[in-house]
């Protein structure tokens, strides 16, 4: 299936929202992840669709051990229709190789997969908006999809958004990252910031602070991993 085009203005007076209110009704039953892709590329089960330049879908293999998600794709993954290949995509490749995790091993999302921007005032950046609570409902049935085609041994959530989505909205990344949390999702389940943050920091010593900090928390997956890859031969 080719991808649609729209013109700015096609995209804004379209109106084909699903009028179920969420994707549900456009994820394809036993699908496969790419025959997912395929399906989310036309998802207008919110309003995200209409500014962004493209759906951008997971990225990884279908039964990789560890699934990382985000919040929702930034400026240059809307270009590249892929996931974290941004500047906060290049610091999570840095502190998974420091933690000895093997990005082509894991999978890769967001809880939205359409960019949320809003203009800057000056010039042409497009700067980044929080999704709305029901926008990341509207997608919901992409990552739920995902997951139960992945079926990840370690699940890990980036960010509040991601945590508060899929672990509750009361879920408290600040107090409550590193921590195994017990969830149906998958066997493992642990939140840590998203590495966008980590960008965000006041000066250099804070951000090494901060890297230090993600990167503890990645090494506790990969004991995870190793722990899990372990018993599963054993067995």
Request: glycine fraction near 6%; proline fraction near 6%; include cysteine.
């Amino acid at each position: 299936m080719s991808m649609k085009k729209f013109s700015h203005a096609e995209r804004i007076g379209s109106g084909n929202a699903n009028p179920s209110g969420t994707a549900a009704e456009l994820v394809p039953p036993r699908a496969s992840l790419e025959q997912l892709e395929t399906a989310a590329r036309d998802c207008e089960a919110c309003d995200l669709w209409k500014l962004a330049t493209q759906t951008v879908f997971g990225e990884g293999l279908p039964r990789a051990r560890v699934m990382l998600v985000g919040e929702q794709p930034g400026d240059q993954e809307d270009r590249a229709g892929r996931p974290f290949v941004g500047p906060a995509g290049r610091l999570l490749d840095l502190a998974l190789g420091r933690a000895e995790i093997d990005r082509t091993q894991v999978y890769l999302t967001n809880i939205v997969k359409h960019f949320k921007w809003s203009p800057a005032e000056r010039g042409k950046r497009r700067i980044h908006k929080k999704p709305r609570y029901s926008e990341i409902q509207a997608c919901r049935p992409w990552l739920d999809a995902e997951l139960a085609i992945v079926k990840p041994d370690v699940l890990v959530c980036l960010g509040a958004s991601a945590a508060q989505s899929l672990l509750g909205r009361e879920f408290r990344v600040s107090q409550q990252r590193g921590q195994l949390v017990e969830s149906a999702l998958a066997p493992h389940v642990i939140a840590t910031v998203h590495p966008s943050s980590i960008l965000r920091a006041q000066d250099q010593d804070s951000r090494h602070l901060q890297m230090e900090a993600f990167i503890n928390d990645l090494k506790k997956v990969a004991q995870l991993l190793k722990a899990s890859i372990k018993k599963k031969r054993a067995a």
